[in-house]
């Protein structure tokens, strides 16, 4: 596999499974407007993941539902942080805020390489992740000195770093005025490794798939 499919591929799986987590909010959120918003953010992120997996597919000689599907718990390169079972509305905005703020710096990177497409497609999804930090941007300022929401904060920022490969994340530290966490604390949340919550999920995801091995849906 070539570093630009890996690449892909690893930013599709976050955005599907972001988009996952994120609807599981549809219905229960704590108002009405934030279960619209949710939503929302929930198929953009799953719009977005499309966009990429069609990328990564044609590379791979396949289709974006096989790479999004058919793969085995094990082969999916999602972060961490986008697999936790938030359903907690502090800890779930706390990772809203952390993952818009490291997928901003990783979408400005894809607009300014060199592959056209990719930057392209870039900058398209930038114009819908706009929506998302400013959604993000109102809670943290909403939360900002509730202290479960600054506990989550703190919690999942090992877990926020590892979203971005590591030539990044001095970008993200800066911008959030945080400290880079230790090596040994961000080992756990690396690509490759996957959180307790991962297994479940996936078998939800791809239950219907499953079911009928090589249907044409």
């Known amino acids: 596999m070539t570093e630009r499919a890996r690449a892909l591929l690893e930013y599709a799986d976050d955005e599907l499974i972001l988009g996952w987590r994120d609807s599981e909010w549809t219905g229960v959120a704590p108002f009405l407007e934030e279960d619209?918003?949710?939503s929302?953010?929930?198929q953009n992120e799953v719009g977005h993941a499309r966009a990429l997996y069609e990328i990564a597919a044609r590379e791979l000689g396949t289709?974006?539902?096989e790479l999004a599907?058919?793969?085995k718990p094990d082969e999916y390169r999602s972060a961490p942080l986008v697999e936790f079972r938030r359903m907690d509305w502090a800890a779930t905005i706390a990772r809203h805020v952390l993952y818009e703020a490291a997928d901003e710096i990783?979408?400005?990177?894809l607009k300014d390489s060199g592959d056209e497409e990719v930057a392209g497609l870039a900058a398209k999804m930038d114009r819908e992740e706009a929506y998302h930090r400013i959604h993000a941007q109102m809670w943290e300022e909403r939360l900002r000195g509730e202290p479960r929401f600054q506990a989550a904060l703190d919690e999942l920022w090992p877990a926020a770093v590892a979203v971005l490969p590591e030539e990044l994340r001095p970008e993200l530290a800066a911008r959030t005025g945080r400290d880079l966490p230790s090596n040994s604390l961000l080992l756990a949340h690396e690509?490759?490794?996957h959180a307790e919550e991962w297994p479940a999920l996936w078998e939800e995801?791809?239950?219907v798939r499953r079911s009928v091995p090589?249907?044409?849906w």
């Open 36 to 38: 619209v918003a949710f």
């Open 40 to 42: 929302s953010i929930s």
């Open 63 to 65: 289709t974006a539902d």
């Open 69 to 71: 599907f058919d793969r």
């Open 106 to 109: 990783r979408v400005e990177a």
């Open 191 to 193: 690509r490759g490794s």
């Open 205 to 207: 995801m791809t239950e």
């Open 214 to 216: 090589g249907a044409a």
